[in-house]
C-alpha cells in the first residue's frame, strides 16, 4: 500500500488554535485504524507547518481521508504538498516496496 508524506501550512494560527482538539482526535482516529504512521509540527518554519506520514490504498482514498481532517474542513490548510513515498530504510520499512 502506498505510502505519502504530506505537508501544509496553517497561516490562520487562532483558527488552528480553535479547532486543535478536533484535529487531534481526527489524528488519534487515523492512527489508531492504521492510515498514519507519523505526523507532527515542523518546528524550524515561519508560521504553523504540518508533516503527516500516511498509508492509503491510492490518492483518491488520501484525498478524501485528509478532507474529513477538521483543518481542511474549516479551510485552515494552504500549500498542501503530497508526495508518494517509499520508506526502504528505517521505522517505515514494513510498509515500503523492500520490505525486510
Known amino acids: 500500500m ?10 490562520n494560527e487562532a483558527g488552528w488554535h480553535e479547532h486543535l482538539g478536533p484535529h487531534i482526535d481526527w489524528l488519534r482516529a487515523q492512527l489508531s485504524d492504521g492510515s498514519l504512521l507519523a505526523s507532527g509540527p515542523l518546528t524550524d518554519a515561519s508560521q504553523k507547518e504540518a508533516l503527516l506520514i500516511i498509508n492509503a490504498p491510492d490518492r483518491t482514498v488520501l484525498d478524501t481521508l485528509i478532507r474529513k481532517d477538521p483543518y481542511a474542513t474549516e479551510g485552515l490548510i494552504e500549500n498542501m504538498v503530497v508526495r508518494e513515498w517509499d520508506p526502504i530504510f528505517g521505522a517505515f520499512n514494513e510498509h515500503s516496496s523492500m520490505p525486510g
Open 2 to 11: 502506498p505510502v505519502y508524506v504530506i505537508t501544509y501550512e496553517h497561516p
